[in-house]
């Protein structure tokens, strides 16, 4: 089984806070919320991690359809974040990693990356017609001991680029898979998929 990964434990700092209960322009759902919802339909099932403290955003994504995990690692940072969610699924044949803050992503875009790793792709990423590389990134299961060795707030960047002979692009017509919301002016044109 491949296990979905939301990674929804930052702080917003440069958002101000709250960044993922937050509704873009046009939309009436929480962000962070509008991205679990992407990833469950794509992904078939998702695992949020979010931090102590956030029980507002964790009841929402509880009722978007997510397993949370509470986990004090999101304080040191995205790929503490990202070894906690893998420990806590070590069970799993992979993983596909998506961002809270990324609700752009089309489900169908979440469901070629899983394709990918369920064909035997060791890593797999989104790309767009440019070949620029983007999320969601799938990581097979012979990766979960690196994956959860992470810590600070690097993320898996460092595995992908040990990997990147043997990663899979997925090509994608999905603007989504590079558009993050960072500041409360990202929320006016986020071109939210529904």
Do not use: Y
């Amino acid at each position: 089984m491949i296990r979905g990964l939301l990674l929804a434990g930052g702080a917003g700092v440069r958002f101000g806070g709250a960044k993922l209960l937050a509704v873009a322009a046009g939309d009436t759902v929480p962000i962070g919320v509008r991205a679990a919802q992407s990833l469950i339909a794509g992904a078939g099932n998702a695992l949020a991690v979010v931090r102590p403290g956030d029980g507002r955003l964790a009841t929402a994504l509880r009722e978007a359809g997510c397993e949370v995990l509470v986990s004090a690692a999101c304080g040191r940072g995205m790929g503490a974040s990202l070894a906690a969610a893998v420990s806590a699924t070590r069970a799993a044949d992979g993983w596909l990693v998506a961002l809270g803050d990324m609700p752009a992503i089309a489900p169908q875009t979440h469901a070629r990356v899983k394709a990918a790793l369920e064909a035997g792709a060791l890593i797999a990423a989104a790309v767009d017609a440019r070949g620029r590389r983007g999320h969601p990134v799938g990581f097979a299961g012979a990766l979960g001991g690196e994956l959860a060795a992470l810590d600070g707030d690097e993320g898996a960047r460092a595995i992908v680029e040990w990997n990147r002979d043997r990663l899979v692009a997925v090509p994608v017509t999905d603007a989504g898979i590079h558009r993050d919301i960072d500041t409360r002016g990202d929320l006016r044109n986020p071109r939210v998929a529904g």
